[in-house]
């Protein structure tokens, strides 16, 4: 598979994975801002913050008003968070890897950026926003569920994972840091409604009802956090996501070189355990997972991407 | 008569592809207007919306490049397929391969000995000042003698029926890729018309010109590796490159795909590391190939590829250089060189040309230019000609002007009585001009498309049928009548 090709697909693949984590992020995000009672809410902020949008917010020196940050993070065409953004970009490189790809997932993908297109704009008002914010969910989600039936097991669907995977084990690691900073920073507020802005993280991440099966009714901050952090099973786990992008890799070419911070992470795992440390160490630990979803992409690029020369 | 669309139709002082001057459909023809005649203007409607739907979900589109804001436009197509007979088609047929011939033997010539100047037949400084003869390709010999591998060779018919080539387009012709999707379109919205009728299947071409390029690979392996050479997405034919590569199972690669290494191999970077390819179907002109033999600001190029070519590493087709027989004045001498390699007699004629250069051609074309099609000898796509009976008073001035400032640099033919053929325009079938794209491929084999692209003047009275200045297409049939 030509380097070129395989690096589409792998942004491709990451930047849908970005519009779905987006849109269900922002949708929690609403969901919770209206259960919050005043004084123990989430600042808008803090939704900028997860996305690392936050620098480029302010330069357009505008309030975070739930207005202004869900049109920042919706619609806005400039800004490299956006689902906006997303969506197009995704479909550029889809665009440039349609011969590798199966047919229809290319007509997906244009029909996804001619919704978005169409609808962003419209969806920052709440009345229309949760019906937006859904149907960017339903439709990546036939996306990956037609890649993960169609495509066949070669060069084209192991960046197509690996990609979606290293999306979601850095966009994971940053709702927990900023989310678990912002809980933290609010003065006076009620520590009993914290739980509840963990429940709604966990919905976020498709993980509550099983949550509860496996753990209990409640949600409690700590094994919450063990919970999407440690579980192998959960899809949207950080073991899980590790464990999977090393297994899809493992046979290419000098895949030793890429995934070595894979195995480095993985181990430090073995001792994760919310209830035992400070939130500061709890705070190194997803750090250091934020940093190995950055060391895969930049190995992956230096090992495959870019043209090395005999 | 069922319905109003198709009354009253008649091509005046033309020659009509389907409907005789006396209003009789030709032979091969008939099924094709009795059907349509039986329709209704909501079926007519219909089928039409059927094959822009079709064509839509196909993401059958073309790039026009002055148009910033809407760079994808869907092909603009008309359901009524235009059907020449197969007893006809077999000489155009034959006249395509000794004419594509002819030229290939030309081109090897003007880059080696150089036989057909030193026997005057074709004046040396012609060939030589155009700006597509390239010194770097001098003492070459590619496999077979064949340089213009894909050739796209337009044809006219004339007021009396008669084909006759306009130009040849040897250095990355395209449209083949339409000609393959109009027919896919065909048969979604015309199924019933297949059963009645025996037409040339179009649908070969990707294997056929897979075949052709792998018989040009410098190294004798079971699978050589064939890529196609694209400058990009923003390529007016990039649908038509990515739709080569899907059909033949090659890799669509960009220059900065490809690089040239030890011992002048050309590869490609893969995920598992360089590969080495042995044939490239280059889609980019001459001038951008190769940063260290032509123009050195190309950045859609690989640096070397001429390297290799001339080390026999690499095929590359079409070959470098081969442009120099595509040039509206070398055009004038090809019935000469037919004549000349293959001492045979030109099967299919030239339109009339008058060469600029000639001096009594230039005096004959300033006197009658009201009368005349002026050619800048080398751009393409339409772009840069008058049309004297269209153009006004000034434009004619102006022409005549450029004219005398570079003689070389334009021809002029007489306004040809392009022929016509039925299409369905504003809820009514009227006539049309059209022309004709086969596609010759030359390896260690000749082939010929059945049939070809159609393209259509879309506006009423118009002789411009490049889809950039609002043509449309038409579905080919080369249809066995039985005689």
């Known amino acids: 598979m030509l380097s070129r090709v395989a690096e589409r697909v792998f942004w491709m693949a990451r930047y849908l994975e970005r519009a779905e984590s987006t849109a269900r992020i922002a949708n929690t995000f609403s969901q919770i801002r209206m259960d919050l009672p005043r004084g123990s809410e989430l600042p808008w902020q803090t939704l900028l913050e997860i996305f690392g949008a936050d620098a480029n917010f302010y330069d357009l020196k505008r309030s975070a008003s739930e207005h202004s940050v869900l049109h920042f993070m919706l619609a806005r065409v400039g800004n490299p968070n956006s689902i906006r953004f997303s969506v197009t970009a995704a479909r550029e490189n889809a665009r440039t890897a349609r011969e590798v790809l199966p047919e229809e997932v290319w007509e997906l993908v244009n029909e996804l950026h001619l919704f978005t297109k169409e609808f962003a704009e419209k969806s920052v008002a709440r009345r229309n926003r949760f019906d937006f914010l859904m149907q960017i969910v339903t439709r990546c989600q036939a996306l990956s569920g037609l890649m993960m039936t169609t495509q066949t097991r070669d060069h084209a669907y192991r960046f197509i994972t690996f990609g979606h995977l290293v999306e979601r084990l850095d966009l994971n690691a940053r709702v927990i840091l900023a989310v678990s900073a912002a809980i933290d920073s ?46 192998p099973d959960l899809p949207r786990s950080i073991v899980y996501c590790l464990n999977t992008i090393r297994m899809s890799l493992k046979s290419m070419k000098s895949s030793e070189k890429v995934i070595t911070p894979i195995d480095q992470s993985l181990k430090s795992m073995y001792t994760f355990d919310a209830e035992e440390m400070s939130v500061e160490t709890m705070h190194k630990f997803v750090s250091g997972v934020q940093s190995c979803a950055e060391r895969l992409t930049n190995n992956a690029t230096n090992n495959w991407f870019l043209p090395t020369s005999l | 008569m069922r319905n109003s669309f198709w009354t009253n139709y008649s091509s005046a002082n033309f020659f009509d592809e389907a409907i005789t001057a006396r209003g009789n459909p030709r032979v091969a023809s008939r099924e094709l207007v009795k059907f349509f005649k039986g329709l209704s203007i909501q079926e007519m409607r219909d089928r039409r919306m059927a094959a822009e739907l079709a064509i839509r979900e196909m993401g059958v589109s073309f790039t026009v490049y002055s148009d910033n804001k809407n760079l994808d436009r869907e092909w603009p197509f008309d359901i009524i397929p235009r059907a020449i007979s197969s007893a006809q088609w077999d000489s155009v047929q034959r006249g395509l391969k000794q004419r594509t011939q002819a030229l290939n033997q030309f081109i090897d010539d003007v880059y080696n000995q150089q036989k057909i100047f030193l026997d005057g037949v074709v004046p040396r400084e012609i060939v030589l000042n155009s700006k597509n003869f390239k010194e770097a390709c001098k003492g070459i010999s590619p496999a077979f003698g064949a340089w213009a591998h894909v050739c796209g060779t337009d044809l006219v018919r004339n007021h009396a029926g008669e084909f006759l080539v ?48 792998v018989s040009l690979s410098p190294r004798r392996i079971q699978k050589p590796v064939v890529v196609v050479l694209t400058p990009g997405i923003f390529n007016s034919a990039y649908f038509e490159h990515a739709f080569l590569a899907r059909s033949m199972g090659a890799e669509l690669v960009e220059g900065a795909d490809l690089f040239v290494g030890d011992e002048n191999v050309v590869y490609m970077h893969t995920v598992d590391g360089p590969e080495r390819v042995d044939v490239i179907y280059r889609r980019i002109d001459d001038d951008f190939l190769d940063p260290e033999v032509f123009r050195t600001d190309s950045v859609i190029g690989v640096r070397g590829l001429m390297r290799s070519w001339r080390s026999k590493k690499v095929a590359i087709a079409n070959a470098p250089g081969s442009g120099v027989a595509d040039d509206k004045v070398v055009y004038a001498y090809v019935p000469k060189m037919i004549q000349y390699y293959l001492g045979e007699k030109p099967i299919v004629a030239n339109v009339e040309t008058y060469l600029c250069s000639e001096k009594d051609a230039l005096q004959y074309v300033t006197d009658n230019i009201h009368e005349l099609v002026v050619k800048p000898a080398n751009e393409s796509g339409g772009y840069g000609l008058m049309i004297g009976p269209k153009a006004t008073e000034e434009e004619h001035e102006k022409f005549k002007r450029k004219i005398a400032k570079n003689p070389r640099n334009y021809v002029a033919q007489p306004t040809l009585k392009l022929s016509t053929a039925p299409t369905y325009i504003d809820d009514k079938v009227d006539a049309r001009h059209l022309d004709l794209r086969p596609f010759i491929l030359t390896g260690s084999e000749n082939w010929v498309t059945p049939g070809g692209l159609t393209r259509v003047a879309l506006r009423k009275g118009s002789l411009v049928v490049n889809s950039s200045q609002g043509g449309g ?8 009548t039985g005689d």
């Open chain 2, 166 to 213: 306009l130009e040849d387009n040897l250095r990355v012709p395209s449209g083949v890729a339409y000609m393959l999707e109009n027919r896919e379109v065909t048969k979604r919205v015309l199924p019933e018309l297949f059963q009645n009728y025996s037409i040339s299947p179009v649908d070969d071409y990707p294997s056929q010109l897979h075949k052709m390029l």
């Open chain 2, 473 to 480: 297409s038409k579905d080919t049939w080369i249809v066995d």
């Open chain 1, 186 to 231: 609010r003065e006076g507020a009620n520590p009993a409604f914290d739980g509840l802005i963990w429940a709604g993280f966990l919905e976020a991440l498709s993980a509550l009802g099983t949550y509860k099966r496996s753990v209990g009714p409640m949600v409690e901050p700590d094994s919450a956090l063990n919970f999407v952090i440690r579980n």
